[in-house]
């Protein structure tokens, strides 16, 4: 089945320095990936859709300049956290969907990565 | 605009009890039906999906049927396991895109 990874799993940093996090799909291309992130016991919350070859679109209230999104290539896209914050603490999850799948086929998600700023 | 509503957990089951986490969602036009789980730590995987009305999804002892005159979509099971003991999410997508809507999340404990 379709597979995305995404790596790290878990990383740990001191406030100040930008963490990047990768989201790969691991067999099968992806035009558009989304990136979520969940605060403990809550639900997904949608920070942008990353687009294959052009800017991502980022959700009301998500910062631009915090969160850049770059997704180079059909089965890359990634995250970085630039000037880290603790509030910047988090889970974050990317998912991805299959280029050539219906459009009502569902998403696939990564593993999450715990992001901790000390 | 499109929302979801799950009933707020924790669920508490002793093992092989019957199962049901609710459902139900505001959406335009005729959205896909999606139900999420996700393991302490993990990311998501799909459990179960519907695409239209009268569809009843099914995976691993897990059903929910598509009920367009209720709008809802809840999930069952009949007999619980430990293992099963995770957080429910409940999602719709709109045909021709690709957003999800979420719901809050039902947390599952099942004990022995």
């Known amino acids: 089945g379709a597979v995305v990874s995404q790596h790290p799993s878990w990383v740990i940093c001191k406030s100040g320095t930008s963490v990047k996090i990768e989201c790969r799909s691991l067999d099968f291309q992806a035009t558009t990936m989304f990136w979520y992130r969940q605060f403990p016991k809550q639900s997904l919350m949608l920070m942008a859709t990353?687009?294959?070859?052009?800017?991502?679109?980022?959700e009301q209230g998500v910062e631009k300049d915090k969160f850049l999104i770059n997704h180079a290539s059909l089965t890359l896209s990634t995250l970085t956290v630039t000037s880290a914050h603790p509030e910047d603490s988090s889970f974050y999850i990317c998912?991805?969907?299959?280029?050539?799948?219906?459009?009502?086929?569902?998403?696939?998600f990564g593993d999450g990565t715990r992001l901790s700023i000390l | 605009g499109n929302s979801v509503t799950q009933m707020e957990g924790p669920v508490t089951l002793s093992e092989e009890a019957f199962l049901t986490i609710n459902c139900t969602y505001t959406?335009?036009?005729?959205?896909?039906l999606f139900w999420y789980v996700q393991y302490p730590g993990e990311g998501l995987q799909l459990l179960l999906k519907?695409?239209?009305?009268?569809d009843k999804g099914s995976n691993k002892g897990f059903e929910a049927t598509y009920r367009k005159e209720t709008t809802s979509f809840h999930l069952e099971k009949g007999s619980v396991q430990v293992s099963d003991s995770a957080v429910y999410f409940c999602?719709?997508?709109?045909?021709?895109?690709?957003?999800?809507?979420f719901g809050k999340g039902t947390m599952l404990l099942v004990s022995p």
């Open positions: 519907a695409t239209k009305a009268d």
């Open positions: 999602a719709l997508a709109n045909s021709g895109y690709s957003t999800l809507t």
């Open positions: 990353s687009n294959e070859g052009s800017k991502a679109t980022y």
């Open positions: 998912s991805a969907r299959d280029s050539w799948a219906a459009d009502n086929q569902p998403q696939h």
């Open positions: 959406a335009t036009g005729y959205p896909s």
